[in-house]
């Protein structure tokens, strides 16, 4: 059974940092490619990252560029979030996603969530 | 980046309704176009890929139509479990963009 499991979400100050990690099961972590994804409360889906199967290429929206950095390390099956420079618009629950297949870009599953609060 | 937009945002009907939800693309995104549900507090579930493959475990009263800039999920004899927020999402070209969500209430 694929399993996805976030942690390290909690509340930070304006300027802070935190470092979210997705523990991946179930399937074969290093055959995909990896996503975060967020959600600010009450408001709908943004993508954030996308990394490579072997982490050699990484996409990032707009808003996170130079602050936010996505890695893996495929030994651990685990996906990582850094987050750096934290804003009060970067409160969302952050869901980290398995990409289907290669030449797809659509989330099949999905992990539950860890809440990022940012706040003084 | 390509736009999204999702219609209507809110939608109400009874249990046994087929209903429709239709997204817009600001470009043309070939087929490259998902559906995702999500209940309150929960994660989204994928429904459709590439615009009209059903996802595996998915009822088959889901359908997903269209190509290029204009596509819809269509739900057929809607069940109580079918009442949650919608999203569409389109991984043609990065950023990888969502709809602004289609929530389907019981009326």
């Known amino acids: 059974e694929v399993q996805l499991v976030e942690s390290g979400g909690g509340l930070v100050q304006p300027g802070g940092s935190l470092r979210l990690s997705c523990a991946a099961s179930?399937?074969?972590?290093?055959?995909?490619?990896m996503s975060w994804v967020r959600q600010a409360p009450g408001k709908g889906l943004e993508w954030v990252a996308n990394i490579k199967k072997d982490g050699s290429q990484k996409y990032y929206v707009d808003p996170v560029k130079g602050r936010f950095t996505i890695s893996r390390d495929n030994a651990k099956n685990s996906l990582y979030l850094q987050m750096n420079s934290l804003r009060a618009e970067d409160t969302a629950v952050y869901y980290c996603a398995r990409i289907d297949y290669d030449s797809s870009g659509h989330f099949d599953y999905w992990g539950q969530g860890t809440l990022v609060t940012v706040s003084s | 980046d390509i736009q999204m937009t999702q219609s209507p945002s809110t939608l109400s009907a009874s249990v046994g309704d087929r209903v429709t939800i239709t997204c817009r693309a600001s470009?043309?995104?070939?087929?490259?176009l998902a559906w995702y549900q999500q209940k309150p507090g929960k994660a989204p579930k994928l429904l459709i890929y590439?615009?009209?493959s059903l996802e595996s475990g998915v009822p088959s009263r889901f359908s997903g139509s269209g190509s290029g800039t204009e596509f819809t999920l269509t739900i057929t004899s809607l069940q109580p479990d079918d009442f949650a927020t919608y999203y569409c999402?389109?991984?043609?070209?990065?950023?990888?963009?969502f709809g602004q969500g289609t929530k389907l209430e019981i009326k």
């Open positions: 999402h389109q991984y043609n070209s990065y950023p990888y963009t």
């Open positions: 590439k615009a009209s």
């Open positions: 179930g399937f074969t972590f290093s055959s995909h490619w």
């Open positions: 470009q043309s995104i070939s087929s490259w």
